[in-house]
């Protein structure tokens, strides 16, 4: 009983985790709104994780500094992050999520490419559901009722570029964490939250005056800011919970359900659509990540 309490309280905790990404797009906007673009807003995001972290584990410096390879992880998490939180302030919130989970398809060739792994049968059957899907995905109408317009399937607006950018660098980010999983623990997580802040601030900076400067101090958006950090640093200490105790194929199963939570919040609020192409392309893309998390790749 002890150990299936233990195991419940591992799957809420990636189930909140799961939660916090499938709905973050909502503060993000209301973030926005406010005069915050999200690429600053997941700077002082991850600003506030990062001064966490170096309370905590204050040696994780050195030995980032001394393992040069971890700033790929900089980089991927960075892109991810900011990939992500620009992506659903932009666009279709449901096409979005659905083509930032277009991992299985960028795994396969990264885990091939950078961790020398065979390319199965079941490998190449989830590449092919995530193309099928991605391109069921990309056929929907861009009117909004989710109805089927078939046509180049490519991604027709920046927010749906920043879907696909940030789905293929989270795949390098869970790549790289398996090939330097031997690496300090803090020095992997301290990494991710360097790179959130990082590679959002200096897009931020390089698309000036795109991206305008974050404005004066205003309650609002302070507060929500600060809100949204302890709410992501909450987040990612489930996540350590979670997938320290639960099978690897099982946390990839329980973290899919963030499609689900950022479906359902988004057609809800008005901030996405969903249509029988879109849904038959999301289930497609979803069964992929199944069929991955099945396989344990």
């Given at each position: 009983m002890q150990a299936l309490s233990g195991a419940g309280?591992?799957?809420?905790?990636?189930?909140?985790?799961?939660?916090?990404?499938?709905?973050?797009?909502?503060?993000?906007?209301?973030?926005?709104?406010a005069g915050l673009h999200p690429l600053w807003a997941t700077v002082l995001i991850y600003s506030l994780a990062l001064l966490v972290i170096t309370a905590w584990r204050p040696r994780a410096w050195g030995q980032l500094f001394r393992a040069p390879v971890l700033w790929v992880l900089v980089?991927?998490?960075?892109?991810?992050?900011?990939?992500?939180?620009?992506?659903?302030?932009?666009?279709?919130?449901?096409?979005?999520?659905?083509?930032?989970?277009?991992?299985?398809?960028?795994?396969?060739?990264?885990?091939?490419s950078l961790l020398g792994e065979r390319v199965t049968g079941i490998a190449l059957?989830?590449?092919?559901?995530?193309?099928?899907?991605?391109?069921?995905?990309?056929?929907?109408?861009?009117?909004?009722?989710?109805?089927?317009?078939?046509?180049?399937?490519?991604?027709?607006?920046?927010?749906?570029?920043?879907?696909?950018?940030?789905?293929?660098?989270?795949?390098?980010?869970?790549?790289?964490?398996?090939?330097?999983?031997?690496?300090?623990?803090e020095a992997r997580a301290l990494a991710m939250f360097l790179g959130g802040a990082l590679v959002a601030g200096v897009l931020a900076l390089s698309l000036q005056p795109g991206v305008p400067l974050p404005p004066a101090p205003a309650w609002p958006w302070v507060l929500g800011a600060l809100g949204m950090g302890l709410w992501f640093l909450a987040g990612n200490l489930a996540l350590q919970y979670g997938a320290t105790r639960l099978p690897a194929n099982v946390t990839a199963v329980v973290m899919v359900s963030e499609v689900l939570f950022a479906s359902v919040s988004a057609v809800a609020l008005g901030a996405g659509s969903l249509g029988w192409a879109l849904a038959a392309g999301g289930a497609l893309i979803v069964g992929a990540s199944l069929l991955s998390a099945r396989s344990g790749h």
């Open positions: 309280l591992a799957v809420l905790a990636l189930s909140f985790n799961a939660f916090t990404w499938g709905v973050s797009w909502w503060p993000f906007r209301q973030l926005q709104a980089l991927a998490s960075g892109t991810t992050n900011a990939a992500f939180n620009w992506g659903v302030t932009l666009g279709d919130v449901v096409r979005v999520v659905l083509l930032f989970y277009l991992m299985p398809l960028w795994a396969v060739l990264l885990a091939r059957l989830r590449v092919a559901m995530a193309l099928a899907g991605a391109m069921l995905v990309l056929a929907t109408g861009k009117a909004g009722d989710g109805s089927a317009t078939f046509g180049l399937p490519v991604p027709s607006s920046l927010a749906e570029w920043l879907g696909v950018l940030g789905g293929f660098s989270f795949a390098l980010n869970n790549v790289m964490l398996r090939r330097e999983a031997e690496r300090p623990a």
